[in-house]
């Protein structure tokens, strides 16, 4: 499904229209590393594994990475060891060191939260299928759900020719993402 969709966009014909978006996924402990990764639409532009463990530079780092293009939404997991550090960060810059901020909207949110949506069926239309709640563990679990989801309709459109709006749709753009960064971000989906 993940192969299915590199250059998705290109092959189904739909663009990457939509607004800026980031996702943030800090690594506190352990050999995990932090990564990045950005977009337009349902197109992934960029995407980075960051070593660095300072959560500070870090935070700056993806402040400099997702600077540019526009206004852009930037989501990360705040809860547990450093998500709050990035929105410390975010302030640090913005009140003490007057660092225009006003083209960065950031969206905590936490991986170990409640489900959204608990009473409706995990597929749209079937009302027969578990409800969120009865199905999901937590958010964490529901967002992968998701994006799975998006892999699996992107795949079936680039191989059967079955149509969905493109926002149900994921595509990875092979001309942004550096091809040794594509091929690691295809395993570790996989």
Request: with cysteine; aromatic share 10%; net charge negative.
């Amino acid at each position: 499904h993940v192969e299915a969709a590199v250059d998705a966009h290109v092959k189904l014909g739909f663009d990457d229209s939509g607004g800026l978006w980031g996702g943030l996924d800090l690594a506190d402990e352990g050999p995990d590393t932090n990564a990045l990764v950005r977009g337009r639409g349902a197109v992934i532009k960029y995407a980075e594994e960051i070593a660095e463990r300072d959560p500070g530079a870090v935070a700056r780092r993806v402040f400099r990475t997702c600077r540019g293009g526009g206004q852009i939404t930037l989501q990360y997991d705040a809860g547990g060891g450093f998500g709050g550090s990035v929105k410390s960060e975010f302030n640090r810059l913005r009140e003490d060191e007057g660092v225009d901020m006003a083209w960065l909207s950031l969206v905590p949110w936490s991986a170990a939260g409640a489900v959204l949506d608990p009473g409706e069926p995990i597929l749209p239309n079937d009302k027969s299928a578990p409800t969120n709640k009865n199905f999901f563990e937590n958010f964490k679990a529901q967002a992968w759900w998701r994006v799975s989801r998006m892999f699996y309709r992107t795949w079936r459109a680039v191989t059967e020719g079955t149509e969905y709006p493109p926002d149900q749709l994921i595509s990875l753009d092979s001309a942004a993402i550096p091809r040794p960064t594509l091929l690691k971000l295809m395993r570790e989906l996989s």
